[in-house]
């Protein structure tokens, strides 16, 4: 018996009068239909308008020392200043590249900064991996003692550090620059905080059953699993040890500079020329735009994939 009211009842079972008949066949969303999939987030007018003051805001102090380096220093003085280059770029350009030694500077920079960024970047790593997932004793007493030297103010360190290099005979030579930086507590820390997230125990615990020690486990499970975040603290360090000014200025002189200590002799003058320590400025600077331009995919592909991962 059939009997139609506010739905269909067929075999003492009610069905709505608007459902689909059976069939047989079951009804499947297609991929498009499906909760979820396929779905793009547009940005609206007003996070449009956000991204790109915040972009201004962001590349304007850039167009700014482009500007002052374009002029002279009388018109870079004037009130209102120019917003407008000028047309003494190249020739700025060029009297700060003779008068700063900036061809020494730059090859010293990148030395220091490179060496620097990959003792950093390795030494962290392994630090980070130890104190993240090995076990041994005193490795939380370690661990406080590494996050403690954070809390020590450089200015302390400087005149034992400094004797330090006197007596090893590094004055004046870029080793004093770059052996008390080999190694950051920040990176360390840093590295074993993405470790501890990012690595499973089972991957190590997987390496240990085959047989593989702790150097073979960091070389083929750690170093792959950590790449984003070694490519992150690689920049960081690259760019923190190439405008380091304060250490470099101690122990260097102006016969072996890098940028910052070769950029104080474009002011060392009684009267400061603006546009040409602008133009130096520039110099030191279109290194780091070159790398981030090159590299900029890539960092910015491993900091993805780190979050992914993490």
Known sequence: MTTDTAG???????????????????????????????RQHHAGPVAYALLIGASLLSLFPLYWTMVAASTDNTRVSQTPPPFVP??????????????????KALTNSFIVATTIALSTVLFATLAGFAFAKLR??????????????????PQ????????????????????????????????VFFMRQYLLEALPDELIEAGRV??????????????????PAMAVLFMITFVHAWNDFFWPFIVLDMTNPTIPVALTQLSAGYVRDQSLIMAGALLGTLPLLIMFVVFGKQIVGGIMQGAVKG
Do not use: C, Y
């Open 8 to 38: 269909a009842r067929t075999g003492g079972r009610e069905r709505p009068a608007d459902a689909a008949p059976a069939t047989g066949r079951r009804f499947r969303l297609g991929p498009s239909l499906r909760p979820g999939a396929g």
């Open 86 to 103: 000028g047309p003494n770029l190249l020739k700025n350009l060029s009297a700060a590249w003779e008068d700063a030694a900036m061809g």
């Open 136 to 153: 041994f004793k005193g490795r939380n007493i370690l661990m406080m003692l590494v996050i403690g030297t954070m809390l020590v103010p």
């Open 156 to 187: 302390l360190s400087v005149v034992p550090l400094f004797m330090m290099m006197t007596e090893l005979g590094w004055g004046q030579k870029l080793p004093a620059v770059i052996f008390p930086t080999l190694v950051s507590a920040v990176g």
């Open 210 to 227: 085959d047989g593989a020690h702790s150097l073979r486990i960091f070389w083929s499970i750690v170093l792959p699993v950590a790449r």
